[in-house]
């Protein structure tokens, strides 16, 4: 009996050591290891089938012998192995129900049972100790920003992702809000909560007003940083790959596989579908001067999206004072191409985001644009509208993004993230849809960000479920 | 199969007999209960002690409590086996002369056999068929002894002068050896006021009879022992032995001989009766730690080492209890 509780508890002060120390070396970043339910089922399995290899490795105890055991260590006075050895005999004797009688009577010794010695006893409160320190840490120990990456798609990430929401999180426009899942990199957050809350939030209807209105506090301003540092890394990629293309004399230039990875990488996170349709041409296999024109293209529309930002700053910088934050929000968003806000109710044709980039040097590039402006509305408002009309449109207010937060894990498609954008409640006229209902999306650009993706189907489901509830169907 | 009735008769007996020797009998609690269980196992005592620690006057009480013939052999050098077996003696009826049987002392149901180390061996031997078989060959006839039968021997372990220590084979025919000591100061102040006041000391009335000590050991060998604990006190017995590579140090550095088959069997005997004793239907492990150096410590034989460094069989039988898992 005590082998087995010494046994016992070196398996269980092994199994806790196991995972403390998993826990702790993901918490700190120090191992590249997430410890997803995935991780901690396979550690169960394991110390699962320790124990099954023990116990099973163990001789087959014999009756009488673990009878007599029981009874040494409960003090019945060998009563169980006695009644053992008269059933066996067969026949019933009158020995046998007084034996059962004396059995009754006494009571077991339990004590006994329960005394462990120190050497026993000590597994136990190691293991103890290690989970209340597990505990602790997970309580107190906030994860580190990762720093270290291996492509320049990451690289630009790691930039950007202090505080702010990734490029590639959020690559639906819109202008109620936006849920994406897929980031992969860690950045801080306030606290994690288990994946069926995240469903739970998912899943019902959509964001009312209330919920939009307040999510208006505390955009940070520098939330455009990681989408001109994503730009900058694919144009010097670009340009790299432009160079050695062109340098190569045989007609033979071909991407190598490190150089296929770090475009996709970079590829996942561009938000407008012309971009990244030219950019996946170029991962298609083509050698030589297909592959330098594809190149090129490329790079040609990436350059029309800088031209966008800089035509929308200075658009920015021409217009009516507006809040810092607002300018720095809108901004950021529209030069992003990942928001496309509707024009207002009214019908004015006035937007934020990709809206104003039509302002600017990017009106030579209209198809740029116009992959993540929404389609129009009922309401005759659209992103392309703005441009029409022509007019330096003043930024919404309280546009913007507050910081992702980390919702779970899934599996191996990493963690879920949700990030929302504070949007722009409008009232409809009496009578019309929901203001829920106004909002645009780019079903081509989800359809397209999920595929990219390579989402499980029971995430994609969700995707799909939440952007068809806050737009009542959608298209 | 025994029936309910035996067994609480069995207990019934038992109770009124422990009681019956504890007005006679002051102290001696320990040697009481050894008595009391070789009687149950029908087996013989050995009883080692220096004179009057009131040997003859348990077993006095004993007989007369169970209403048996009791007999007493004082062992003497001159001693002759024929004294205690008896003898064929010719008579003469008037017509013709013929030898006739005429039976010793030995033909009762309790014997004492004082101080049997006094005796010759060819005398000692005259007590081994009677106490193994319950039976004496006088010439070409065997007759049977009288049942229940019981031998209560003492000797007197100071006095090695003129005397011959028990062979070991009649050693081994005693279930127990069961030392007397002296009686506590209260015990002690209870025997002079009993033995110098009155009447003196009376024996008690009879409050069994053989047929009740009969059925008794019929229950004894129905208690059931479980087969672990059987296997327990095999390896207690082997431990005994020097050659055993399980048996502790001491043993392998002082026994010469490790106890005998009967050990085991009067070990696992005597546990029976203890339990039956204490009023218990099964044997438990204590029974066994009770009865174990009475059953052992006369079947151990020491080595030279070990009889000139003075080591106790209780020491060693004390080590293997010690040193020898149940499980």
Known sequence: ?475 | MIAVQDLDRTYSTLERLRAAIGTTVVGQGAVVEAVLVALLCGGNVLLEGVPGLGKTLLVRALASALDLRFSRIQFTPDLMPADIVGTNVLSDDGTRRTFTYSPGPIFANVVLADEVNRATPKTQSALLEAMEERTVTIGKTTYPLGTPFLVLATQNPIEMEGTYPLPEAQLDRFLFKAAVGYPSLEDLVTIVEHTTEGDGVALPEAVASAADVLSAQSVVREIPIAQPLREYVARLVLATHPDNPRAPKDVRSFVEYGASPRAAIATILGAKAHALLAGEPNVRRVDIESVFPLALGHRLILSFRGEAEGVAATALLSRVWEETPVL
């Open chain 1, 1 to 475: 009996m005590l082998r087995g509780v010494r046994s016992a508890g070196i398996a269980f002060a092994t199994s806790v050591a196991l995972i403390l120390m998993a826990a702790v070396a993901a918490r700190l970043g120090t191992m590249a290891l997430r410890l997803g339910p995935s991780v901690a089922a396979l550690l169960v399995v394991v110390a699962t089938t320790t124990v099954g290899f023990v116990v099973g490795y163990a001789p087959r105890p014999d009756i009488a012998r673990l009878l007599l055991s029981i009874d040494l260590a409960l003090a019945t006075g060998e009563r169980l192995c006695s009644l053992h050895e008269l059933r066996s005999r067969g026949g019933a004797t009158p020995l046998e129900n007084r034996i059962a009688t004396k059995l009754l009577e006494t009571p077991p010794a339990w004590r006994r049972v329960l005394r462990l010695r120190r050497r026993d006893a000590l597994p136990w409160a190691a293991g103890g100790a290690a989970l209340g320190l597990a505990l602790f840490l997970s309580l107190t120990i906030t994860p580190p920003v990762p720093t270290t990456t291996a492509d320049p798609g990451s690289q630009a990430r790691a930039a950007g992702s202090q505080g702010v929401p990734h490029a590639s999180s959020v690559p639906l426009g819109t202008k109620g809000g936006a849920v994406a899942a897929g980031a992969r990199d860690a950045t801080p957050s306030g606290s994690a909560e288990p994946f069926g809350d995240a469903l739970a939030e998912l899943l019902p209807a959509p964001p009312s007003r209330g919920l939009l209105g307040d999510l208006g506090d505390a955009v940070p301003a520098e939330v455009g940083a990681p989408a001109r540092d994503l730009r900058q890394s694919l144009s010097d990629y670009l340009s790299q790959l432009l160079g050695r293309a062109e340098a190569d004399q045989n007609q033979t230039f071909a991407l190598t596989e490190r150089e296929r990875e770090a475009l996709q990488e970079l590829m996942r996170d561009v938000p407008t579908s012309n971009l990244r349709r030219s950019l996946s041409s170029v991962l298609r296999g083509e050698t030589g001067n297909a592959l330098k024109a594809l190149l090129e293209e490329s790079q040609r529309l990436l350059e029309g999206a800088d031209q966008g930002e800089e035509g929308e700053t200075s658009t920015q910088d021409a217009r009516a004072p507006v809040p810092p934050e607002a300018e720095a929000t809108g901004s950021d968003l529209a030069s992003a191409g990942w928001v496309s806000l509707p024009p207002p109710s009214d019908g004015e044709g006035e937007t934020t985001g990709a809206g104003e980039r039509r302002t600017g040097a990017d009106a030579e590039e209209p198809e740029t644009l116009d992959r993540s402006a929404p389609p129009r509305n009922e309401e005759g408002g659209s992103a392309v509208g703005g441009e029409e009309s022509g007019e330096a449109t003043p930024p919404l207010p309280g546009v913007g993004f507050i910081p992702e937060e980390l919702l779970g894990d899934v599996g191996s498609e990493g963690d879920l993230r949700r990030y929302f954008t504070k949007g722009i409640p409008f009232e409809p006229p009496v009578g019309e849809r929901a203001p829920a209902a106004a909002l645009s999306i780019d079903y081509e650009a989800l359809r397209a960000l999920l595929a990219a993706r390579v989402l499980a189907p029971e995430v994609q489901t969700i995707v799909r479920t939440y952007f068809a509830e806050i737009t009542r169907g959608g298209p």
